[in-house]
Nanobody, 124 residues
Framework: QVQLVESGGGLVQAGGSLRLSCTPS????????MGWFRQAPGKEREFVAA????????NYANSVKGRFTISGDNAKNTVYLQMNSLKPEDTAVYFC?????????????????WGQGTQVTVSS
C-alpha cells in the first residue's frame, strides 16, 4: 500500500506563492504518474496538474497554466507543485495522487492512491 504525505499548504495573500510537496512512502515516485487535484467547499474535486516521470511529460488545468508548475526530484523522492500568482479562487484542499497506469493522467478515476490533502487559502 502506498501512502502519500503532503505538506506546504497555508494562508497567503493574492499574488503570493506556495510550494506543495508530496512524498510516496514505500516506493519511488518514478514508478507512477503523479498528480495534484483540488477541492473547494461545495465543489467537485478537480484536476490541477500531472507529471509522468518516465518522460517528464506534464499537463495542467487551463485555470492554472502559466502560474503552477509540477516537478519531481528523484533524489528526494518528492513531487512538488509550485504555485505562483495565487488567486482567491485557488483556495481549496489540495490532494496529491498516484497512479499505477502510465501516461499523463487527468481524471480522478485513473488514480489509485490519494493523500489526506493540505489546505491552501488565498486571501484577497
Amino acid at each position: 500500500q502506498v501512502q502519500l504525505v503532503e505538506s506546504g499548504g497555508g494562508l497567503v495573500q493574492a499574488g503570493g506563492s506556495l510550494r506543495l510537496s508530496c512524498t510516496p512512502s514505500g516506493r519511488t515516485f518514478s514508478r507512477y504518474t503523479m498528480g495534484w487535484f483540488r477541492q473547494a467547499p461545495g465543489k467537485e474535486r478537480e484536476f490541477v496538474a500531472a507529471i509522468w516521470s518516465a518522460t517528464l511529460s506534464t499537463n495542467y488545468a487551463n485555470s492554472v497554466k502559466g502560474r503552477f508548475t509540477i516537478s519531481g526530484d528523484n533524489a528526494k523522492n518528492t513531487v512538488y507543485l509550485q504555485m505562483n500568482s495565487l488567486k482567491p479562487e485557488d483556495t481549496a484542499v489540495y490532494f496529491c495522487a498516484a497512479a499505477n497506469e502510465i501516461g499523463v493522467l487527468t481524471t480522478k478515476r485513473e488514480y489509485d492512491y490519494w493523500g489526506q490533502g493540505t489546505q491552501v487559502t488565498v486571501s484577497s
